[in-house]
């Protein structure tokens, strides 16, 4: 099994940037489809952005053309990098990881991380 930590987020201004990473230990995460996704205060866990296991980055509609996905191998790292923030952007993001990637981004990933807090002001 794959244990996923966040780290990253914090406090930035409506227009900043923030890089999200999704570190795994217990085995590679190359081994797995790996997704984000944010949930916001009252609003359900939503689907951000996921990157297959061969390495190909896919978004929701929301982040396209903002956010980035990718993932170093050698760091056993999934990262997010999110430019031109928003404050509906707000959230807490998780990472998770599944076999596949329909899987991952239907949010049913078996392995998930505690999240971490992105507060975007206006």
């Known amino acids: 099994q794959v244990q996923l930590v966040e780290s990253g987020g914090g406090l930035v201004q409506a227009g900043g940037s923030l890089r999200l990473s999704c570190a795994a230990s217990?085995?590679?995460?190359?081994?797995?489809?790996v997704g984000w996704f944010r949930q916001a205060p009252g609003k359900e866990r939503g689907y951000v952005s996921a990157?297959?296991?061969?390495?190909?980055?896919f978004y929701a509609d929301s982040v396209k053309g903002r956010f980035t996905i990718s993932r170093d191998n050698a760091k056993n790292t999934v990262y997010l990098e999110m430019n031109s923030l928003r404050p509906e952007d707000t959230a807490v993001y998780y990472c998770?990881?599944?076999?596949?990637?329909?899987?991952?981004?239907?949010?049913?990933?078996?392995?998930w991380g505690q999240g971490t807090q992105v507060t975007v002001s206006s």
């Open positions: 998770a990881a599944a076999d596949d990637l329909l899987t991952v981004v239907a949010g049913r990933g078996r392995y």
């Open positions: 990157i297959s296991l061969r390495g190909s980055p």
């Open positions: 217990g085995r590679t995460v190359s081994s797995y489809a």
